[in-house]
């Protein structure tokens, strides 16, 4: 009140739980629910941008899992580099301690 009676232009500061319950984002479907392959769900952004003539918008997949695409990501990565030893960038991958270590790539890129 105090800001607003000084001419400052402010306004509340929400939490997310009540930012996802805004009548405004609920109607624009501006939140979607997403699920993972176990079934469960979290609400995430949708995106935001609308075009009229676009049609109907199309649903989301699931989000994958951690490593879930890693060996397709290899695969994919040794056809389009000929540079690269698949059994010298699993065995890199696979010693991976917890952090997400993405040098592997850039020696393979080298070799």
Do not use: Y
Request: aromatic share 2%; net charge neutral.
């Amino acid at each position: 009140a105090i800001l607003q009676e000084a001419g400052v232009p402010c306004g509340p500061i929400n939490t997310v739980d009540k930012v996802l319950q805004e009548p405004q984002l609920q109607a624009r479907e501006m939140c979607i629910s997403v699920s993972d392959r176990h079934g469960n769900t979290i609400q995430t952004a949708n995106n935001p941008v609308r075009l009229s003539a676009a049609g109907e918008r199309p649903k989301t997949a699931r989000s994958p899992l951690l490593d879930e695409h890693r060996e397709a990501l290899i695969q994919e990565f040794m056809t389009s580099n000929g540079h690269a030893k698949l059994s010298q960038i699993r065995q890199l991958a696979a010693t991976d301690s917890g952090n997400v270590d993405l040098s592997f790539v850039k020696m393979a890129m080298q070799q």
